[in-house]
């Protein structure tokens, strides 16, 4: 992809309507992309919104459903010819040492963190594989690239479930042939893969409420997680940038 912008590229940034997502939404806005951005029916309104000021287009849907997934891309393809792009931001998280969590959560962090993003690559990559290029991101965590989650436990395997379903994506597209060929298809098939690793507390409005008295010096601003995706998104085929760890600034 070129070094000089994502003029004309179509990327889908699901969780639309998050403020990580909207971070990365405006990046990649003024790098010439454009957008569409996805999330839930509940959201229509703030998602709605924000589509607007970035000039993006929006869309529904309930990305635990495999047939949402695919309609999702689906749509995007028929109205804007191509999909350059996904990231994948849609998650969940839940504290708790294993004898106290609560059962329940065991489905909703796998089915968020984990099902949401296989059903998204799973639906987009077979367009991305036809068009010979493409860019795939998803979210772990610091638990998930450090291999401890004290008091988070069940949250920290779900985080590692991404990254390692992510890593062996990677694998897989790097030694893809070429139909009739007995070379590799070059480096990731033409698709890059990346595992975007917050290393602490992401100065959210929803971590905010949730934690109104921690010191917030230490936090993570989802501004620097748009600049290290747009800077991986943006890199020539010389290296891959698969793995992109983003630590506090203080």
């Known amino acids: 992809m070129p070094e000089e912008g994502l003029s004309g590229q179509v990327w889908v940034i699901t969780g639309g309507a998050g403020a990580i997502a909207g971070r990365i ?15 839930l029916d509940r959201a229509r309104e703030a998602l ?3 589509a607007r000021e970035l000039g ?34 849609v998650g ?8 106290e969590v609560e059962p329940s959560q065991y489905d909703r962090l796998f089915d968020l963190n984990v099902r949401t993003l296989f059903y998204c690559v799973r639906a987009v990559l077979p367009v991305m594989l036809e068009q ?13 690239w450090r291999g401890m989650g004290p008091g988070a436990a069940l949250y920290a395997a779900a985080k590692s479930a991404v990254a390692t379903f992510l890593r062996s994506l990677d694998e897989e597209l790097r030694n893809r042939r070429r139909p009739g060929s007995e070379t590799p298809a070059g480096p990731t098939g033409g698709i890059r893969v990346v595992v975007v690793y917050p290393m602490g507390v992401v100065d959210t409005p929803a971590n905010r409420r949730a934690m109104p008295d921690a010191d917030r010096r230490g936090w993570i ?29 203080r």
């Open 25 to 39: 939404a405006r990046a990649f806005a003024a790098a010439g992309a454009r957008l569409v951005l996805a999330d």
């Open 48 to 50: 709605a919104a924000r």
């Open 56 to 89: 993006a287009m929006s869309f529904t849907a309930d990305l635990t459903q495999f047939a949402e997934a695919e309609a999702l891309v689906r749509w995007v393809r028929d109205d804007m010819g191509r999909v350059d792009g996904l990231i994948h931001t």
């Open 92 to 99: 969940a998280y839940a504290g708790g040492r294993v004898h």
């Open 132 to 144: 010979g290029e493409g860019f795939l991101a998803g979210f772990a965590s610091g638990p998930a």
């Open 221 to 249: 601003d989802p501004r620097e997680i748009a600049a290290a995706l747009l800077f991986a998104a943006t890199r020539g085929t010389g290296a891959r940038l698969m793995e992109l760890p983003v630590y506090p600034g």
